[in-house]
């Protein structure tokens, strides 16, 4: 175990899924820098359990994946990154954020791809992609129904999590995943059960409504 600057954030960060991060806290400045002189230039992802991104004291969960960045821009008073979801870890133990956070880690193997996943990879993105169509129709979606996927697929199986429509405890459990098979089954089950959980609340709130209209 090696100790690794970590960036806790709001968000869940899936392999092979983007990240767009304005930096502007001195400490994660810092970090940056560090992580500048690295190769490859990188840093932990995970995702805050409770507290908020700036100034500290936020509880982190254990399960993250690595930053790898890919693009910088420079910005008035903040520095913009582009960055890809390489791999996962999970968290041994945390060290003190000084001058950043920092966390021995434990990497988590590589998901193995066996061609008889075929039918499942495929089945799960006409439903993820019929779950983000129909959810477009009841909220605004951060990924649309067309976005493509990559051709490996391993990381097209991470995509399918990163752009279904899930809350965040979701998204972690996802990333714990141990084989292809089980994280496409569960994206699938989720993504169903996450547009039953918002279509049946918004219909109950449109019941409300209309009982409320009536004289």
Do not use: C, K, N
């Amino acid at each position: 175990m090696t100790a690794r600057p970590m960036f806790p954030l709001g968000t869940v960060l899936f392999p092979s899924m983007p990240a767009v991060l304005r930096v502007f806290e001195e400490r994660y400045l810092a970090m940056l820098a560090s992580v500048l002189q690295e190769e490859p230039a990188e840093f932990g992802v995970v995702l805050i359990e409770r507290g908020m991104e700036v100034g500290g004291g936020d509880h982190r969960f254990r399960v993250g994946t690595f930053a790898r960045i890919t693009q910088l821009m420079q910005g008035e008073g903040f520095v913009g990154l582009v960055a890809e979801g390489a791999q996962r870890f999970e968290v041994e133990r945390w060290l003190p954020d000084d001058p950043y956070p920092r966390a021995e880690v434990r990497l988590l193997p590589d998901l193995e791809w066996d061609e008889s996943f075929r039918p499942l990879l495929e089945e799960t993105e006409r439903v993820v992609r019929r779950v983000l169509a129909q959810a477009s129709e009841f909220a605004e979606q951060r990924w649309s129904a067309d976005v493509e996927l990559v051709d490996d697929p391993v990381a097209a199986a991470w995509q399918l999590a990163g752009i279904a429509p899930l809350g965040e405890l979701d998204q972690v459990a996802l990333l714990r995943a141990s084989t292809v098979e089980g994280l496409l089954t569960d994206v699938q089950r989720l993504a169903t059960a996450a547009l039953e959980t918002l279509t049946s609340s918004l219909l109950g709130d449109d019941d409300g409504l209309d009982q409320l209209g009536e004289p």
